[in-house]
């Protein structure tokens, strides 16, 4: 082989090299990316199912009351009014884990079980 075919071949592997080490850094950055995203989507389905559990037991919902501060490791789910009213601010309707920062994220369902901000 002449000098400029084996320049031409460590050129050409090099280029490989390279991109397939960029393409796994992209790779690995994608999955985190899902992996947060999953957990709020995760948070969101259990918030609903709760939320149905205490539609189908009876409880009033109209007040916007906290439904638990256990839902997953730092996840709360809370009640609230969309736009929110005083209601929603009374201290025995606010998720305490959240308000005192033990909790990082909550998941607020309005009374009819909509979505109104998951964090």
Not at 65 to 94: G, I, Q
Request: aromatic share 6%.
């Amino acid at each position: 082989m002449d000098q400029r075919t084996k320049l031409f071949v460590m050129s050409l592997i090099f280029v490989l090299v390279v991109g397939v080490g960029v393409m796994k850094l992209n790779e690995t950055r994608v999955i985190k990316k899902d992996a947060s995203v999953s957990t709020a989507d995760q948070a969101t389905a259990k918030a609903r199912a709760l939320y149905k559990k205490a539609l189908s037991n009876g409880t009033d919902l109209s007040q916007g009351p906290c439904l638990t501060n256990d839902l997953m490791p730092d996840w709360v789910v809370d009640v609230v009014h969309s736009p929110r009213e005083d209601v929603d601010d009374l201290s025995h309707n606010l998720c305490q884990r959240y308000v005192d920062g033990f909790s990082k994220h909550i998941v607020e369902l309005d009374p009819s079980g909509n979505v109104v901000r998951v964090r």
